[in-house]
């Protein structure tokens, strides 16, 4: 019987227009955050660690030659909420599902990603959202799975009674290796065959 259900965020609940946030960004600043435009190793490196909690993402605004890094990062965590697509009927669901079930997400971000969400109000209706920044891997590393289930415990939960959705299917894998229930998210932001399967598993007739 499945008591929780866990998410995944980017292309599952929104989308990030990078396009749109870059051109604003450098209209500000006079600089392009987009790594293509840098052939730069270290900069990339940065913004990677980051999303492991390795690296403060401050330094990818030093390492952009940008002086004011706090201005340049608080106008940054701005406008990577503010473009974002969000896949209203996707939120729909979830907040139907809330009353029946308890809501995790376990999603690979940054902590400044995760602190303009969470400002945005984007994970109000999750119980706690488990992060590869704080878990210091990325969900395509098995390892980040086992502490997700030791997290789990803590709720009284066992994998065998958890639904994981992902969009990326080496994280569903993955997830299915350790024994979760699993749900492969791939048509952003249609719902249809999702919702019809999601219906499926729950063994229920409506949300």
Wanted: net charge positive.
């Amino acid at each position: 019987m499945i008591k929780a259900i866990i998410f995944d965020f980017g292309s599952v609940i929104y989308k990030t227009d990078w396009e749109s946030l870059n051109k604003e960004f450098k209209e500000k600043f006079k600089i392009s955050i987009r790594l293509t435009e840098h052939n730069d190793e270290e900069l990339l490196r940065i913004y990677r660690d980051s999303d492991i909690g390795k690296e403060d993402f401050k330094k990818f605004f030093q390492r952009l030659g940008l002086r004011d890094t706090n201005t340049a990062l608080r106008a940054y965590k701005k406008l990577y909420f503010k473009h974002k697509v969000l896949n209203k009927e996707m939120m729909q669901i979830i907040k139907k599902l809330k009353k029946e079930y308890l809501l995790f997400g376990f999603t690979d971000v940054k902590k400044d990603h995760y602190e303009s969400n969470r400002e945005g109000g984007l994970y109000k209706d999750f119980e706690k959202i488990f992060t590869s920044f704080e878990t210091g891997m990325l969900k395509a590393n098995i390892a980040a799975f086992d502490i997700l289930i030791k997290e789990l415990a803590h709720y009284q939960l066992t994998q065998e009674e958890c639904l994981f959705i992902d969009d990326h299917l080496p994280n569903i894998e993955n997830a299915r290796q350790r024994g979760f229930r699993i749900l492969h998210y791939s048509d952003f932001p249609n719902i249809s065959s999702f919702a019809s399967e999601l219906k499926k598993i729950l063994e229920i007739k409506e949300f």
